[in-house]
Structures are given as structure tokens and as C-alpha cells.
């Protein structure tokens, strides 16, 4: 047996080839060789800017001895969990289940088909803290497999778990409710300002994540209820991530999350999805509240997506690592902390180190391991009145330094890039390079665009109207599961919104046409995570819960539910509609972990304010306008002014008849005509976006 990872794609199981376990991918080779030598499974699931993988990998998969117990005893398969959810969600549920808890590395041990009878995640290389070691736990599972009495108990074990997560991930309510109604947003904007921590932002008293889809919740129930609570919430948890050690105040963007209650010191991965999501969530800040510094966040994190994650032609990279090199050694988050000496050298002016060491905390015991994570430790107005100097010229001047730092930073040695393009999660990053375009600079629909076409060129097979979700170093693989289909469908109906571009919309209709077809259970009435025919799993899970992502189901409803309108005799929005009914009462008992479905379920209880413009694109005065407004439940529709254009748009779409979105919708006296529509109820046609907007207000839901 032996390594089989040089032969992947994945950049994590590459990581892996040199080691001396005899790793193999998950595949029918593995899977036969553990029956062959009815031996156990041992499964290991991690990413490649999980720092504790790295950890593990060093001290226990690149030890002769421990290598030698798992080749001799078992099958060891690595997972990279970015590839392969479908996987990961299986048997991170049985992590839950048992231990009440999950993580990365995952560890998890197996029958030959595929059972689970052991699971951890770390474990040390020596006993510690009251862990066993990792040599401990292989010598008592080789014990228990080779003694009769204890494999039956195992393979009992094993039989439980199993049924546990099939119960768990597969099944529904036998009987379906009524479909949720509008005061559950309310009811989850509550349970979001009930736990949330009103000293520091966010939610919870220990590690802090960023939670976008509750603040999503709490702005839209803010905007539609006038409750100042629902408001502070959401700002303080912005503000929060704004101004702490989750931001990088020096190049831009977000990592993983925060050790800390107080948002001081991350976990230094940047993640992609982080990077498309909160800059959604500060988008819809900066418009409900005008706030100007959330979308200064906003673009700065688009600038590190453009500058450290875009691909040469425009799909998106999965994550930066949380370790570098510094000094001849890994060092976690050694490219983005500082001492004040490493600030002197890098800035000539004495008077502008001091203020970017004040403004930002850098001090000589530091917050992390003796130097500093940035964070934004003394205000404007501080600096000022402390220096004796004008706002302005203290604003110049910081910006001078931090762009100094910047190109003294870029000298250190990088982070690793895990250079996998994955479809569902560039999805995201076209949604927010889209809504980016509308509400900030319209330049950035061009990023998104060149993104949506990298995925549709080489990740979409038209033929097999198939969906591909990973494209690395020009290998192609792995068919898309339910949040490749979502998030890239979503992302290329925003990027529509955002261009007027109908083939963008034409492949929303198409993506949002397989989810129908393919993941869609009609006598369970529910969505699938995988492809119906696809691999045989212990389970066919549903991703129903907002994580790190959005929940796929949550984004494919909502989805759904919005390329109805132009397709509206494809019964898509009915399926948008029982999957609400489906699992109403389960968002009604938990609505603060269902985000997205709540989302998607308030969105269908008060209708999309349509906005139909009847032009040639979108005139710069209408985006302006559009700008202006948090509008969380916005379509805006671009359709060509005249019904003599409208042939090849339908072409593009497969259908015969004109949709009623864009029916009898015409520019009138030769000018660009906006049509709003909200509760089947129009709007006369209306020249100014402005005006049609306030005429829309009249009709907006309490």
C-alpha cells in the first residue's frame, strides 16, 4: 500500500503526499482495499489553511512509528472537507452526536462500508490535558478489531451511529405545515438580540464567529419594524469585526474568526466565502445606515479578493493559510503581526510610526505571542487631540503609513494559497462583487462577470446541463453538490442585476432548472445536499443550518423562488414553497440557525419589491438611486425598452411567452422606464427610480 495523494488535485491532499502514511484518497480502490483486508477505516478530514491539521500532520502523520500502525492496521484515507462536504457532513454529524462538539482535523474511524464505531478530532501526539494519545487511541481500536467479543460491540457501535445520522440528515416531518409567515422574522431578530453579547458584539461569551446571516436578519427586521434594538445589534456586531483583529486593517479582508471574546485575536486562515459573505452583511449596513466606514470595509475586502485571491482570468481561490515563515520556521499568523520596531523600520517619518503604533496598538508585550494583531485601539479624534493635529492631515497620514506597511509586508513570505476554484463559493463572491457594483462602484460588476464566466466556461457542461465543482491547475472535477448549483445560480442572478447581461440570467434560470430536476425530493418535499444517482453515502444529507456558508437550502429557495417570475409555468417557485412548508416548524422552534431559510421564507411571505427597467442597461442615475436605499428584497430586471428586442431575450431564457415581470413593461417616449411592483400591484411607468422607489414605499410590509 501507498501514498496515492501526489495523484490529486486537491492542494490539502497534496500536503499529504510526502508523508509517510500510505494515505489514500476516498475512493472504490480505498474502500475495496479495507474489505480485502478487513481492516478498519481510518478517516481524516481537514483543509488546507486548518491550522490544527498542520499540527497533527507534524506531530503524529509524519512520525515513522504512528505511520507504521496506521499502514500495517488500517486503510487511511484524507479527505479535503472543502471538496468534499457531502462527506464531511456525514461524519462531522456523528462528531456532534456523540461528543456534542466538532472541529478540524476530523477523525473518525470506520467499518469497510463505511460505518462509524470511533471519532475525535485532535489528538496529541502524548497524553495530555486528559486526552489519550493518537497512539493510544490506534493501539485500542487494533485491540478491539481483533478481539471477537469487542468487534461485535464495534460493529453494534457502528450499526447505531449509522441509523443515528441517517435520522439525523435524511429525514423529514412526516406531515408538512402551513408555510412560515411574516412575524418570523421578527421572532428570529429576537432570538438574535437575546443572545447576543452587548459589551463586545457578536453572539457567545468565548470565540467569536462572524454570524452574517443574523445580521442580515436583524437589518431587515430593523428597516421593516423601526426597532432601534434590532439596529444595535447588528452595528455593534459590524463595528465589532470592523474594528478588531478579525479585519486586516493593513491589506484588507477577513479571517476564519476571533479566539477571543473581545474580536482581539484571530484564527489567521482567510477563507473566501468570509471574504463574500461580510461584505454583503457591510453592504446592507452601509444602506440602511449610511455608515461610511462600512463601506470602506466593504471595498478594501474587495481589494484583497482582487489582489491576493483572483485566478489571471477571474475565478476566485479557495483560502489563504493561517501560517507562514518566519524565521526558518510555520508560525501561525506570522505575516500579519508587528513589533514597534518592525514599524520604525518600515516607516521613515517618527511622527507617522507613532501614530500608526497608537491607532492601531502595536506595543513592545503585544497581544499575541510578544507582537501585535491590529486592531483599531485608539479613534480619530484621539489621535488627533493627542497630537495636536487636524483630523484630515492624522487620516493622510495613516493612510500613507498603512500603504508603507502594505508593500513592507508583501516582502515577508506568504501565506500558502490553496489555488482550488470551487463553483458554490465563488457563487458567493460574485453575489458580493455584484451588490458591490450597484451600491459602491459599478467596476466591480466587471470582476464579478469575469468570475461568473470562468465558472460557466469551465466548471458547466451544457450538453449534460451538469455542474462541476472544482477547477485547479486546469483539472476539472467532482459533480456540484446543492451549494454549487445555489450559490453560482444566485451569484449569476445578482451579477444579471448588476450588468442587464440575459445570459447571465438565462444560466441563473438553467442552474436553478437542475435544482428542480436533481435535488429536489418530491414525495419528501425537500432538498437534497447531493445529486439524486449521485455516491451512496450513509446518508443523503441536507444542509438546512447557516455554518461557515449560508445554508445551501436556504440560498437555493430563495433562489427558486425569485427565477419564478421569469419562468413562472416551471413550477420552480412551488418548489420553493413546499420546501418551506416542509420545514416551517422547524424554523418556527429554531429560527436563529436557519438564517438563510428564514431569509428565503420572509422573502416569499412578503414578496420581492420587482423593479423592471425598460431600458438599454441600467442608466447611471437608476443604479444611484437603487444605491441609496436598502432594499433587502430588491429584484431589479433589466429588459430591452422595446418588445422588439424581447425575441432573442426569451431564446435565452427557453421560453415562449413573455414573463408578466417584463409583460407590457416598455420605455416610454423613447426613455428609460422604471416599472416597481410589489404585492401584485405596479407602479404607473416612472422615469425617476427615485419617485417609483417612494411610490413603492406606500406598498412596503409591516
Known sequence: ????????????????????????????????????????????????????????????????????????????????????????????????????????????????DGRPFHVGTYFPPVPRQGMPSFQQVLDGIVDAWNDPDERDELEARADQWAAAVEGELEETPETPGNAPERQLLSSAADAAVRGADRDYGGWGSGQKFPHPGRIHLLLRAADRTGRDVYRDVATETLDAMASGGLFDHVGGGFHRYCVDREWVVPHFEKMLYDNAELPRAF?????????????????????????????????????????????????????????????????????DADLFRDRYGVTESGNFEGRTVL????????????????????????????????????????????????????????????EGALVLDPSYADAAADALSFCRDRLWDPKRRRLDRRFEDGRVGIDGYLEDYAFLGRGALDCYQATSDVDQLAFAVELARVIGRTFYDADRKTLYFTPEGGESLLARPQELTDTSTPSSTGVAVQLLDAVDRFVPDEGLGEIAESVLRTHGSTLERNPLTHSSLVLAADSRAVGALELTVASDGLPDAFREAVAERYLPTRLLSVRPPTDDGLDEWLDALGVDAVPPIWADRTARDGKPTVYACRSFTCSPPNQEMRSALEWADRLAPE
Not at 66 to 90: C, G, H, Q, Y
Not at 301 to 310: G, P, S
Not at 335 to 344: A, L, N
Open 1 to 112: 500500500m501507498e501514498n496515492r495523494l501526489a495523484e490529486t488535485a486537491s492542494p490539502y491532499l497534496r500536503q499529504h503526499a510526502d508523508n509517510p502514511v500510505a494515505w489514500q484518497p476516498w475512493d472504490e480502490t480505498a474502500l475495496e482495499l479495507a474489505r480485502e483486508r478487513d481492516v478498519p477505516i481510518f478517516l481524516s478530514i481537514g483543509y488546507s489553511a486548518c491550522h490544527w491539521c498542520h499540527v497533527m500532520e507534524e506531530e503524529s502523520f509524519s512520525s515513522d512509528p504512528i505511520a507504521t500502525r496506521l499502514n500495517e492496521s488500517f486503510v487511511p484515507i484524507k479527505v479535503d472537507r472543502e471538496e468534499r462536504p457531502d462527506i464531511d457532513s456525514v461524519y462531522m454529524t456523528v462528531c456532534q452526536l456523540v461528543r456534542g462538539s466538532g472541529g478540524w482535523p476530523l477523525s473518525v474511524w470506520l467499518t469497510s
Open 375 to 434: 486592531t483599531e485601539s485608539a479613534s480619530i479624534p484621539e489621535l488627533a487631540a493627542e497630537f495636536d493635529l487636524d483630523p484630515e492631515n492624522v487620516r493622510a497620514r495613516l493612510s500613507r503609513t498603512r500603504q508603507r506597511v502594505l508593500e513592507a509586508r508583501a516582502d515577508r513570505p506568504r501565506p500558502p494559497r490553496d489555488g482550488k476554484i470551487l463553483a458554490g463559493w465563488n457563487g458567493l463572491a460574485i453575489s458580493a462583487l455584484a
Open 283 to 351: 453592504l446592507a449596513g452601509y444602506q440602511l445606515t449610511g455608515e461610511d466606514r462600512y463601506a470602506r470595509v466593504a471595498r478594501e475586502t474587495f481589494a484583497f479578493l482582487q489582489r491576493e485571491l483572483t485566478h489571471p482570468e477571474g475565478g476566485l481561490y479557495s483560502t489563504l493559510d493561517a501560517e507562514s515563515e518566519r524565521d526558518g520556521s510555520r508560525e501561525e499568523g506570522a505575516f500579519y503581526v508587528w513589533t514597534p520596531e518592525e514599524i520604525g523600520a518600515v516607516v521613515d517619518d517618527d511622527l
